[in-house]
C-alpha cells in the first residue's frame, strides 16, 4: 500500500542500568520509602532519590523496583507484600558517593521482610487495566506528572512520520497490513499487554493491546536494544515512553504522529530536536497519559506520612517540612511534564482533549527549564501588575 505523504505542522531517560547481587538488606539509618512502578519512572526514581537522600529537612531513602502497570495496580489494590529478599534499587547520598549522576548505575539492596508497596504506580489511567477502575477504599490515587509515548525508529531510518491510520494496519495487523515499510513483524517491536506505553498507544490507535502484531519486550531497555542493533532499520519501529526516547536520541529518531480526525503529524515537542513537549502541552501530540501515584490509607490518613511526602511532592502538592530541592526540575529533566504546566486534559485513556488550568499555574517555570527560546513570561521576585509570583515568574494563576 503506497504511503500518503503529509504536510508536517508540527516543529518535530536513561535505559534501567545493569544490577549487581546485593548481599546487603535495605536497612538505612533514614527512613525508607518501598515504590512498585512503572519502568517509564525509572529516571525520575533515580533522580528524586538522590534528591532525598540529601533533603536536610526531611531525609528519606527510596527504594524502588520495577514492573507493569497493570501488576503495580493490582499489588497494591490486593495489598500482595513484595516478597522479602527482593532486589530493590537505590541511589547513595553525597556523603556515600559524591561523584554520583543519575547515568550512574543504582546500588541494589534486599527487603528484609516482605512489604506491601508504601508507593505504587502507573504510567497511565488506571481505568485502562483490567479491574483498575474503582480502587478500594483503602487505596488513594493522586495523578501527577504527564507521560507521553512515541513510535521510534533507528536513526538510519528515512521515515519520519506516521499516520493514526498506518499505525492501526502495522500494529494490527502486521504484515497484512501492507503499511510500507513496515511489513516485517519481527522488525515491530512492542510491549506486553501489562504495560502503559502499549496500552496507552492501544487506545490512541483502536488496537486493542492483546491483539498487537510484533515482538513483545518486557522493558523498555529491550526496545532500544532492538531498535539500535536491528540488521534492517529502513523496516524497524517500536515503542517508547517519551522519557525513554529522550535518552536516546543520538541514536534513534522519532516519528511525528497524525491522530484520527486531524490535518497534520506533531512530534511531542515543538520541533523534532526540542525537548519543551509543547506539543502535549497544548493538544496537538495527543499520545499521553498521565502518572498515577497510589498508597493505602485508613479513610483519609495514610499509612505512611513519608509514602505522602514523596507522593506529594510529585504531584506538586505542598509538603512539611519544606523539601530543599526544586522538583519541578527533576520532573522536566527526566521528561516528564507537571500536571500544572499542562493546559489540555482528557478523562480516560485516549479521550478526547479540552481546556485545562491548573489551580497553580507553573507555565512558566517549566518552560524556564525546557526551552532554550526567550520567553515572554515576567519575571518577579514577590509581587505582579497581573497573575501570581511563584518560583520567581509571574504565572497566570
Given at each position: ?240 515512553g517519551a522519557e525513554v526516547y529522550d535518552a536516546e536520541r543520538a541514536s534513534l529518531n ?8 486531524q490535518y497534520a503529524a506533531y512530534y511531542p515537542d515543538s520541533t523534532s530536536t526540542a ?123
Open positions: 500500500m503506497t504511503r500518503l505523504r503529509l504536510l508536517l505542522l508540527a516543529g518535530g531517560a536513561s535505559l534501567l542500568a545493569p544490577q549487581v547481587a546485593a548481599a546487603a538488606p535495605c536497612n538505612f539509618t533514614d527512613p525508607m520509602v518501598v515504590a512498585q512502578v512503572g519502568d517509564t519512572q525509572n529516571n525520575l526514581m533515580k533522580r528524586l532519590g538522590r534528591a532525598l537522600r540529601d533533603n536536610d529537612a526531611k531525609p528519606l531513602v527510596l527504594v524502588w523496583r520495577t514492573s507493569g502497570s497493570c501488576t503495580n495496580i493490582n499489588q497494591i489494590y490486593q495489598q500482595t507484600p513484595i516478597a522479602a529478599a527482593t532486589v530493590m534499587s537505590y541511589v547513595p547520598s553525597v556523603a556515600e558517593d559524591a561523584g554520583w549522576t543519575p547515568s550512574s548505575p543504582v546500588l541494589t539492596c534486599e527487603l528484609p521482610a516482605a512489604k506491601v508497596p508504601d508507593i505504587s504506580n502507573s504510567a497511565l489511567f488506571n481505568s485502562a487495566c483490567p479491574g483498575g477502575d474503582a480502587p478500594p477504599a483503602n487505596v488513594r490515587l493522586a495523578q501527577g506528572p504527564v507521560q507521553a509515548y512515541v513510535l521510534a525508529v533507528p536513526e538510519a531510518s528515512p521515515e519520519t512520520y506516521i499516520t493514526y491510520e498506518e499505525a492501526y494496519f502495522v500494529f494490527g495487523f502486521g504484515a497484512a497490513g501492507m503499511i510500507m515499510p513496515w511489513i516485517d513483524e519481527a522488525q515491530v517491536f512492542i510491549r506486553t499487554i501489562t504495560k502503559s506505553t502499549q496500552l496507552a498507544w492501544a487506545a490512541n490507535i483502536s488496537v486493542p493491546a492483546s491483539q498487537w502484531r510484533g515482538v513483545p519486550n518486557e522493558g523498555s531497555p529491550m526496545v532500544v536494544s532492538a531498535l539500535k542493533t536491528t540488521p534492517t532499520p529502513a523496516k524497524a519501529i517500536g515503542i517508547l522519532i516519528l511525528a504522529f497524525r491522530a484520527l480526525g525537548t519543551d513537549k509543547q506539543n502535549v502541552r497544548d493538544g496537538h501530540y495527543t499520545v499521553w497519559s498521565p502518572t498515577v501515584w497510589m498508597e493505602t490509607v485508613t479513610g483519609t490518613t495514610p499509612l505512611s506520612p513519608d509514602a505522602r511526602y514523596v507522593i506529594d511532592l510529585i504531584t506538586n502538592k505542598s509538603v512539611t517540612p519544606r523539601q530543599d530541592f526544586d522538583v519541578e526540575q527533576i520532573i522536566a529533566a527526566v521528561g516528564l511534564i507537571p500536571d500544572c504546566a499542562m493546559t489540555v486534559t482528557r478523562s480516560f485513556e485516549g479521550g478526547l482533549l479540552s481546556p485545562y488550568a491548573a489551580a497553580e499555574s507553573c507555565v512558566c517555570h517549566y518552560e524556564s527549564l525546557v526551552s532554550d527560546e526567550d520567553s515572554t513570561c515576567q519575571t518577579c521576585t514577590d509581587t505582579c501588575a497581573s497573575g501570581v509570583c511563584r518560583n520567581g515568574f509571574c504565572e497566570v494563576q
